[in-house]
Nanobody, 115 residues
Framework: QVQLVESGGGLVQAGGSLTLSCTVS????????MGWHRQAPGKQRELVAA???????NYADSVKGRFTISRDNAKNTVYLQMNSLKPEDTAVYVC?????????WGQGTQVTVSS
């Protein structure tokens, strides 16, 4: 059974920081690209950041320079370090694992940024 479990969300003031974690089980983690997506109320889900199996990263323009995605294959975990948070970053953040054949999603963790 594949599981993706996110943690680290919460309430933070604008300008603050949070680090999200997503721990994966049931797959060979190192063979999957990983991504963080977010969905705010009334908006479509959007890709925030992604990291390939080789460690290459890409980011949504709205978070470049503020967010950093990383992975620890020994711990089967992907991280999202979020700095200089803004109220518009408020959303449910969801972890995704994907390869050419399969895709898996976590349940999400709520991030709320107060102004």
């Amino acid at each position: 059974q594949v599981q993706l479990v996110e943690s680290g969300g919460g309430l933070v003031q604008a300008g603050g920081s949070l680090t999200l974690s997503c721990t994966v089980s049931g797959i060979i983690f190192s063979t999957y690209a990983m991504g963080w997506h977010r969905q705010a109320p009334g908006k479509q889900r959007e890709l925030v950041a992604a990291i390939t199996t080789g460690g290459s990263t890409n980011y949504a323009d709205s978070v470049k320079g503020r967010f950093t995605i990383s992975r620890d294959n020994a711990k089967n975990t992907v991280y999202l370090q979020m700095n200089s948070l803004k109220p518009e970053d408020t959303a449910v953040y969801v972890c995704n694992a994907n390869n050419r054949l399969w895709g898996y999603w976590g349940q999400g963790t709520q991030v709320t940024v107060s102004s």
